[in-house]
């Protein structure tokens, strides 16, 4: 897929079974795994960039303080190209649980140290704190949003929800509101995705972890039509 000058943030939601499968499993390296293997020949390749958002836990019995430090290492060896950020937590889309929320990303900081993205995508667009204080206590700049309307998307307004899917973007209390573009999950071929960007330079992009394995080569083919990915 060829076309001038487009800039993709690309992202891979719901993280977690990965590196619980490389926690119990205990490959030589976390490279040896399809998952970051992929990634790390897109960057090699193409130059990729990705943020991994990422569930602290699996919510049953493994979370990343578990993780391994050989793979958390190898990880953060890669950080030039490689951003990792909390996502949620697992298996609540409507978040209320404020202390928990905020104890399981100081967690995740304190494992992905240096790693971590000042974009945001959260599980099902929710946050139980303020984007405010999101931004004080943890850096985040910038939040991705949703490619279609929601009846709760982190703390706007209706009337603010409909300007970010019309205008793609707004700020509020000093963070940005992005649009995301497209979700490769379900597409079945490059030009699907295409259709959907065809007037944009830049896109927000992203696929979850379960649907990876099955969309990788489309995914790929996208990538080669990438001039610059940004985080």
């Not at 897929?1 to 976390?30: C, G, Q």
């Not at 493994?62 to 909390?86: H, P």
């Not at 946050?127 to 931004?135: D, I, M, W």
């Amino acid at each position: 897929m060829a076309r001038e000058k487009l800039r993709v943030h690309f992202s891979i939601d719901d993280v977690i079974m990965t590196l619980r499968w490389a926690y119990r499993n205990e490959p030589a390296s976390i490279f040896d795994m399809k998952f970051f293997s992929a990634l790390r020949e897109w960057n090699k390749k193409y130059g990729l960039k990705v943020t991994l958002y990422m569930f602290f836990s699996d919510g049953t019995s493994f979370d990343i303080t578990m993780l391994q430090e050989k793979y958390v290492s190898e990880l953060k060896k890669e950080k030039d190209w490689l951003k990792i950020a909390y996502h949620g937590i697992y298996g609540e889309r409507y978040v209320e649980n404020a202390d928990r929320f905020k104890s399981e990303m100081w967690k995740f900081d304190n494992v992905w140290r240096d790693m971590g993205s000042q974009t945001v995508r959260l599980h099902g667009w929710q946050s139980p704190v303020s984007a405010k204080e999101l931004k004080d206590c943890f850096g985040v700049e910038r939040l991705l949003c949703p490619y279609e309307k929601r009846e709760r998307i982190y703390d706007l307004t209706e009337d603010e929800i409909n300007m970010v899917l019309k205008r793609k973007l707004i700020r509020k209390n000093g963070v940005t509101y992005r649009k995301t573009d497209i979700s490769c999950d379900f597409c079945k071929n490059v030009n699907e995705l295409a259709k959907q960007i065809i007037m944009d330079k830049e896109v927000v992009a992203f696929v979850h972890e379960w649907r990876f394995e099955e969309q990788k080569n489309i995914i790929e083919e996208f990538m080669q039509g990438v001039n610059e990915f940004e985080y």
